[in-house]
């Protein structure tokens, strides 16, 4: 029997709300032709659409077919490049359970490489330094900063072993505005060309140029990488959650400024201030110098973007700042979060001051934001967690959830 009383746990109006049954035809498995078929409900338009089924969010089997669906084939952001400015720099980072290194070899260029040693599997290093050679701590082979095998102990008398053929594996490398792309899938696309939309919004912070402040992890973030996206670019919650912090950049100051192209690699909206150089923090001021060349429209708004599965980049008149989002578990995810700022900013003499003011205004979003997250991915466990409906200020999430189901379609098993 249905009820239409409440916010309706099985209302008409609501219908669907829990009609995806995880395993709805009998097989046990999450990824049926239903679940397939409801995604349909969210991509059409803000004004129409549900949110994606909660399963989505909370099953470790639909994050194993993300894996395949995503990680395993589009660009994935590896960190910044300026990380690794000199010959022999190199830092490893784990990403859809692939130890990688990524190295600037003696010939300057950036390269992305398995750590997964050639001979048992052991990982070749770990961290971060500067060297010219790495050496398998297990049985001493070496190799290049290019990933080449250089040496092999007591390999001599093995058949037919030739150290060519044993080097760790390259991936496909891009760098974009700054940033280090690589791709598991060796047919992939070239990266630059889907981001198009967005290059023109960006030209002017000069990001290349940047000076990126160290970077830090935060680990084991009880919430599905999709929530992160989503709350990085919903401006939705503004001045809700983050009322008074965020009044001067109010959720109904966002603008959606391209139409969505099914091409498309990257997810973004703009959102205005009510004063020009606003800033995230107590004083709702930017407090590092501004970037110098933004027009004065660029120094009204804040852009936030996100390049999806990994990279989620905002702007504002006086910083860029970054989130390197890295899936553990369907409910955990580690972020490494980074700032972008000018080579005058690091070099005004109350720099230190003016960052600990910064950091201590980000705070407050984020202790907001992550009791919120935490809270979102609690919910979607719910029997009651519902295909929630959009507001036009959410626009973002419908170009999202189209992106996602794009890839889904394409890979769902039995399709
Ligand atoms: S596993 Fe690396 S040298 Fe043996
Ligand atoms: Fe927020």
Redesign the pocket.
């Known amino acids: 029997m249905t009820t239409t009383h409440s916010r309706g746990i099985a209302s008409e109006s609501r219908a669907g709300a829990q009609p995806v049954s995880p395993t709805a035809s009998g097989s046990g498995s999450v990824l049926t032709p239903e679940l397939l078929a409801a995604c349909d409900d969210s991509i059409d338009s803000y004004a129409t659409a549900k949110t994606l089924p909660a399963v989505m969010y909370t099953s470790d089997e639909f994050l194993a077919f993300e894996d395949e669906a995503l990680f395993a084939h589009e660009w994935l952001c590896v960190g910044r490049a300026s990380r690794i400015p000199n010959p022999g720099d190199w830092f490893c980072v784990d990403l859809a359970g692939e130890p990688l290194i990524v190295a600037r070899g003696k010939d300057c260029v950036v390269r992305v490489f398995s750590a997964v040693?050639?001979?048992?599997?052991?990982t070749?290093c770990e961290g971060a330094g500067s060297s010219t050679t790495f050496t398998?701590?297990?049985?001493?082979?070496i190799y290049g900063l290019d990933g080449r095998l250089l040496g092999?102990p007591a390999m001599e008398r093995t058949a037919g072993f030739v150290k060519a053929e044993w080097g760790l594996p390259n991936l496909k490398v891009e760098i974009w505005q700054g940033f280090v792309f690589a791709n598991l899938d060796p047919d992939a696309a070239p990266l630059g060309p889907t981001l198009g939309r967005i290059e023109g919004y960006l030209a002017n912070w000069d990001l290349e140029n940047t000076v990126a402040l160290p970077s830090f992890t935060l680990y084991d973030l009880p919430w599905n990488w999709k929530v992160m996206f989503e709350n990085f670019n919903d401006g939705y919650h503004a001045n809700k959650l983050h009322q008074v912090i965020q009044d001067f950049c109010p959720s109904e100051m966002a603008v959606f400024p391209e139409p969505w192209d099914d091409a498309s690699n990257v997810v973004f909206r703009h959102n205005g201030f009510t004063h020009i150089d606003g800033g995230f923090n107590a004083t709702h001021k930017a407090l590092f110098p501004i970037f110098p060349k933004l027009t004065d429209e660029e120094r009204w708004r804040a852009t936030f973007a996100l390049v999806p599965p990994t990279l989620c980049l905002g702007l504002a008149p006086d910083q860029a700042f970054y989130f390197l989002v890295r899936p553990k578990t369907a409910n955990t995810i580690d972020v490494e979060i980074g700032y972008l700022v000018t080579q005058e900013t690091v070099e005004h003499p109350m720099f230190e001051h003016l960052l600990r003011a910064s950091d201590a205004g980000v705070q407050v979003f984020v202790m907001q934001d992550q009791d919120a997250t935490t809270k979102v991915q609690r919910g979607l466990h719910s029997r009651f967690a519902a295909r929630g409906r959009y507001s036009w200020q959410e626009e973002s999430h419908v170009q999202f959830n189209r992106w996602l189901v794009q890839r889904y379609k394409r890979h769902w098993p039995g399709v």
């Open positions: 040693c050639q001979h048992r599997g052991m070749v398998c701590p297990y049985h001493h082979w092999a």
